[in-house]
């Protein structure tokens, strides 16, 4: 009978220390619960805006009005009086030219004053050799415009052929900026759409400028479209700045979305598998949650979006939500 007794003791011991060892656990697991982590973000709000939907396209600045002066004779360069980078008057002298025929008669004039025997020989050798060199026989190539020398291909005292080419001038107030437009792209644009450029060798300046006219031709190679974009202000700062064949990017507005709905760009995740895009928005509850939106218009920062839970106030997530599961609790 003491046994029994002793083993009735021992069972409830052992069942008393079961229970209390499930209520501690059970008190446990609700307390990890309770301390589960939550995850550091950062926010900001969708607002409503206007986006340019645009064209962006790679070219090089061009002027249309360009002289390559060239001699009219074949003969001697005896004065340059233009150089790379100097302005230019029309009408001014550029070249001075003394043609092979003058240039034979001062060579004969100066034999016949070498051989001279007699005083009157070597006065008529003499006078024969001032009008060999006069600048009667000296031709004058000039400018037939306004404009600044871009290129030099001769140097004074150098024999050159007739139709030779000596200089390049060009007018600046002429500068355009023709754009290498994607064939697929090129039925969007038009004549007279605003457009922007910009220069990795100019950062930070921005040139307004308009859609002039589109070339027939085609690129074979590039698949590309020439488009010219004429300049709005042509002050001496772009003057001074735009160089022929600088290398750019040009934005060509082809059309604006107004009052639509805008997030930061690295708000958005993309799915490459399906295409598809989500963002997280945060509730009032500090609940992190994905809502499938489609793109529209996207600038280099920011980018349209539509959406069902998404609205102009809307807070969403645009650091941390990489990988960040559904109904994560977040703060900021």
């Given at each position: 009978m003491r046994i029994q007794g002793l083993v009735i003791i021992l069972v409830c011991l052992t069942l008393a220390f079961a229970a209390c060892t499930q209520k501690r656990t059970s008190e446990e697991g609700?307390?990890?619960?309770?301390?589960?982590?939550?995850?550091?973000?950062?926010i900001a709000p969708v607002h409503r805006g206007t986006l340019d939907e645009t064209v962006a396209a790679t070219g090089k600045v061009d002027v249309i009005r360009r002289q390559k002066v060239i001699s009219p004779v074949t003969g001697t360069l005896v004065s340059l009086k233009a150089l790379?980078?100097?302005p230019v008057q029309e009408g001014a002298v550029l070249a001075i030219i003394r043609p092979r025929e003058a240039q034979t008669a001062i060579a004969g004039a100066e034999a016949l004053l070498h051989s001279a025997k007699t005083d009157a020989e070597r006065q008529e050798a003499q006078a024969a050799l001032v009008l060999a060199r006069s600048t009667q026989n000296l031709v004058g190539v000039r400018a037939v415009f306004n404009?600044?020398?871009?290129?030099?291909?001769?140097?004074?005292?150098?024999?050159v052929a007739e139709n030779a080419e000596l200089l390049t001038v060009i007018d600046l107030s002429t500068i355009v900026f023709v754009a290498?437009?994607?064939?697929?792209?090129?039925?969007?644009?038009?004549p007279g759409q605003r457009a922007v450029l910009?220069?990795?060798s100019l950062p930070g300046q921005r040139f307004s400028?308009?859609?002039?006219a589109i070339y027939p031709g085609t690129e074979s190679q590039s698949q590309t479209v020439g488009v010219r974009l004429r300049l709005k202000s042509l002050g001496g700062e772009a003057r001074r700045l735009l160089k022929p064949s600088m290398i750019g990017i040009c934005r060509i507005v082809t059309g604006v979305h107004k009052e639509v709905l805008i997030v930061p760009k690295s708000a958005l995740l993309r799915d490459d598998e399906r295409n598809t895009y989500t963002v997280v928005v945060v509730s009032p509850d500090s609940i992190a949650l994905l809502i499938p939106v489609t793109l529209g218009v996207t600038t280099d920062s920011?980018?349209?979006?539509?959406?069902?839970?998404?609205?102009?106030?809307?807070?969403?997530?645009?650091?941390?939500n990489y990988a960040l599961p559904d109904s994560t609790r977040v703060r900021w």
């Open positions: 609700r307390g990890e619960s309770a301390a589960s982590p939550v995850v550091r973000v950062k790379e980078g100097m404009g600044v020398v871009a290129a030099r291909s001769v140097t004074e005292g150098e024999l290498e437009v994607p064939l697929q792209d090129a039925p969007r644009v038009h910009e220069f990795q400028a308009l859609v002039d920011t980018a349209e979006v539509r959406g069902i839970g998404i609205a102009a106030g809307t807070q969403v997530v645009i650091e941390g």
